[in-house]
C-alpha cells in the first residue's frame, strides 16, 4: 500500500467516526426528547424559553407602558386566575409581562366583591384543586 492510499484510508476511518458519533448524537436527541415528552415537561420547557424571550423583548419597555384602567386591571386579574387555574403559569408570567400587571394578584375575596360574584362550593373546589 502506498501513501496515498493510507492517507485515504485513514481520511475514511476519521469520515465513517465522525458520521457514527453525528448518528449517536442524534439518536441521543430523539431520545431525550422523547422522554421529555413523555414526562409532559418538553411543553413546559418550550414555554419558559418563550417567557424567557418575552421578558428580554419587553424589559426595556415596561417604564413606557401606560397606567391601566381599572376596569382592564379587574379584567386582567381574571384572566390571570383563569390561567393559573388551568395550570399554565408560563402563559400567566407572559401574560403579566406583555401587559405591564403587577406580579401581585389581588385576593379573591376583594375579586368576588367587586365583581359582584357569589361563590357557591362548586367554585370553591375548583380552587382547592389548583
Known amino acids: 500500500m502506498d501513501k496515498g492510499q493510507e492517507t485515504r484510508?485513514?481520511?475514511?476511518?476519521?469520515?465513517?467516526?465522525?458520521?457514527?458519533?453525528?448518528?449517536?448524537?442524534?439518536?441521543?436527541q430523539i431520545l431525550l426528547k422523547d422522554t421529555l415528552e413523555r414526562r409532559g415537561l418538553l411543553r413546559?420547557?418550550?414555554?419558559?424559553?418563550?417567557?424567557?424571550?418575552?421578558k428580554a423583548i419587553h424589559e426595556p419597555n415596561v417604564a413606557s407602558r401606560s397606567v391601566i384602567s381599572d376596569e382592564n386591571f379587574l379584567?386582567?386579574?381574571?384572566i390571570l386566575e383563569y390561567l393559573l387555574l388551568n395550570k399554565c403559569p408560563e402563559t400567566a408570567s407572559i401574560f403579566l409581562l406583555e401587559f405591564g400587571h403587577p406580579d401581585a394578584q389581588l385576593d379573591r375575596a376583594f375579586l368576588t366583591k367587586q365583581l359582584g360574584?357569589?361563590?357557591?362550593?362548586?367554585?370553591?373546589?375548583l380552587l382547592s384543586h389548583n
Open 44 to 54: 413546559t420547557i418550550k414555554a419558559k424559553i418563550r417567557s424567557e424571550i418575552v
Open 117 to 125: 360574584v357569589i361563590e357557591d362550593e362548586r367554585s370553591r373546589k
Open 75 to 78: 379584567i386582567n386579574e381574571l
Open 9 to 28: 484510508r485513514s481520511g475514511e476511518k476519521q469520515e465513517t467516526r465522525r458520521v457514527t458519533a453525528m448518528a449517536e448524537s442524534q439518536d441521543t
